[in-house]
């Protein structure tokens, strides 16, 4: 059974950082694509940073040069180290991990948002304020 629970969610002020985890359990695949998205109120999930299992690494425009997403070597930590922290950053943060693992272009998984098609954690708030 696969599960991803995410922590490290918290209020900061404008500047400031957080690292959330996703702690990820019983995914154990060689091909494979994960990311973070986050949701803020009354808007779509959007994806944040994205990783898949060749090493390549994208992010949305918006977290560019702030934010980093990174993996463990046991690969059951997925991190997203988050710096210069603005109010729009605001939202709720989700783990996801395809439900069908394989190679696909990365920066079209993270932009699709395929809520059916992935695994989700439970999430956890970053609330920034300014």
């Known amino acids: 059974q696969v599960q991803l629970v995410e922590s490290g969610g918290g209020s900061v002020q404008s500047g400031g950082s957080l690292r959330l985890s996703c702690a990820v359990s019983?995914?154990?695949?060689?091909?494979?694509?994960m990311g973070w998205f986050r949701q803020a109120p009354g808007k779509e999930r959007e994806g944040v940073a994205g990783l898949d299992s060749s090493g390549k690494i994208v992010y949305a425009e918006s977290v560019k040069g702030r934010f980093t997403i990174s993996q463990d070597n046991a690969k059951t930590t997925l991190y997203l180290q988050m710096n210069s922290l603005k109010p729009e950053d605001t939202a709720m943060y989700y783990c996801?991990?395809?439900?069908?693992?394989?190679?696909?272009?990365?920066?079209?998984?993270?932009?699709?948002?395929?809520?059916?098609?992935?695994?989700w954690g439970q999430g956890t708030q970053v609330t920034v304020s300014s």
């Open positions: 019983g995914y154990t695949y060689n091909s494979y694509c």
């Open positions: 996801a991990a395809q439900r069908a693992p394989r190679l696909e272009h990365l920066n079209r998984w993270l932009i699709r948002v395929d809520l059916g098609g992935n695994y």
